[in-house]
Every structure is written in C-alpha cells, then in structure tokens.
T-cell receptor
Framework: GAVVSQHPSWVICKSGTSVKIECRSL??????MFWYRQFPKQSLMLMAT?????????EQGVEKDKFLINHASLTLSTLTVTSAHPEDSSFYIC???????????FGSGTRLTVV | QKEVEQDPGPLSVPEGAIVSLNCTYS??????FMWYRQYSRKGPELLMY????GNKEDGRFTAQVDKSSKYISLFIRDSQPSDSATYLC??????????FGAGTQVVVTP
C-alpha cells in the first residue's frame, strides 16, 4: 500500500531556532500534501495544503511566515518552523493524496519540543 | 457547528466485545467516508474507506454509511487489547480537505 515517510519522528530545539520536517511519499506521486498539527487528546487541525510547484494554501489563523511549506516535487514536502517558541511545541503530521478517490495516507508524525 | 461530529469517549469495553463507533455529518454533498485508527504518538492509519450508503466489511471491521440520516458507523468485532486506540472518522470536502471528527478513544480491557 501507499507509504508516507516523515522525519524526524522527534526533535528538541532551542527557542529561536528553526526546525525542518520532511514528508516523502515513497511509492506514489502525491498530487497534494497536507500538514496538520495535533494537540494532546484533540483531533487533527489542518495547517496548510500544498500542491507540487505552487505556493501552499494556509488555513485561517496559521502564520505563513512562521510555518514555511515547500513542495518541490511530487514526492517531497517540507515544513519549516521558523524562530520556534515553546508554544510551537506540538505533534505535526503530514498527509499525501492523489485525490479523494484514492484516499489519504499519513506520515508517522513529528513530536516537536521547543525549550 | 462542526461539519463532522463524533463523541470523544472514552469508550471502554471488555476483550471480545463489539465496539460500536459513529459520526454524524451535516453536508449532504459528502460522498466518501473514511475511518482511521491512531495509536498514541503515531500518525493515523486508514482502516476503512466507503462510498455512498451501505455496508463494507474487512475482517473484524464493518463500516456502515446511511446518507439519508448523514450517519456513519464503524463496528469492531471480537475486540482485542491491541484495538485500544483513538478512532477518527474523516470525510473529504469539496476542496479535498479531510473533515475530521473529534476522535473516539477506545480502551479494550483484557
């Protein structure tokens, strides 16, 4: 089946630094990739949608300058959390899709802790 | 009002029991319906994917869709402790974005 690889699975960084999270579709070409944030005991909150070669579309309330998304190819999207602060600590998950008919495959998630 | 409503639980059942989960949705245009399982600190894993009204069975899992009532269900037969997880219903909207329910935490006790 479809596999999405997400790295790193866990990262600790100092406040003020930037962190990059990678999301790769291993055995298919993803038309669209999604980035989510999830707080403990809550559902997934969509941050942005990205299509290969075009700018990401951010959900209302998500700072595009803080959460930089790059979707350089059909198999790779990256999320960079810039100038991270403790309140950015969360679980970030990516998802890749070739369209609603084919389903959505999720990465294993990245736990970010900013100290 | 959220587009997809789901009771967050927790739902505790003894091993071997049937787990019954459900979601309601508000948009009658929704066509595809998914159930994901999420273990703690992991990404969601697709369990069932259905289209239109009716039943779909896969092993111990059965998904039901009743479009007239805007109601979807997931049943897990012969539940095992390894089924303890959070179960999320998810429906793609017209933009292709998944609308998630709140997720129901299920605990299967030995």
């Amino acid at each position: 089946g479809a596999v999405v690889s997400q790295h790193p699975s866990w990262v600790i960084c100092k406040s003020g630094t930037s962190v990059k999270i990678e999301c790769r579709s291993l055995d298919f070409q993803a038309t669209t990739m999604f980035w989510y944030r999830q707080f403990p005991k809550q559902s997934l909150m969509l941050m942005a949608t990205s299509n290969e070669g075009s700018k990401a579309t951010y959900e209302q309330g998500v700072e595009k300058d803080k959460f930089l998304i790059n979707h350089a190819s059909l198999t790779l999207s990256t999320l960079t959390v810039t100038s991270a602060h403790p309140e950015d600590s969360s679980f970030y998950i990516c998802s890749a899709s070739t369209g609603p008919l084919d389903g959505y495959t999720f990465g294993s998630g990245t736990r970010l802790t900013v100290v | 009002q959220k587009e997809v409503e789901q009771d967050p639980g927790p739902l505790s059942v003894p091993e071997g029991a049937i787990v019954s989960l459900n979601c309601t949705y508000s948009n009658s245009a929704f066509q595809y319906f998914m159930w994901y399982r999420q273990y703690s600190r992991k990404g969601p894993e697709l369990l069932m994917y259905t289209y239109s009204s009716g039943n779909k069975e896969d092993g111990r899992f059965t998904a039901q869709v009743d479009k007239s009532s805007k109601y979807i269900s997931l049943f897990i037969r012969d539940s095992q402790p390894s089924d303890s997880a959070t179960y999320l219903c998810a429906i793609p909207d017209s933009w292709g974005k998944l609308q998630f329910g709140a997720g129901t935490q299920v605990v299967v006790t030995p």
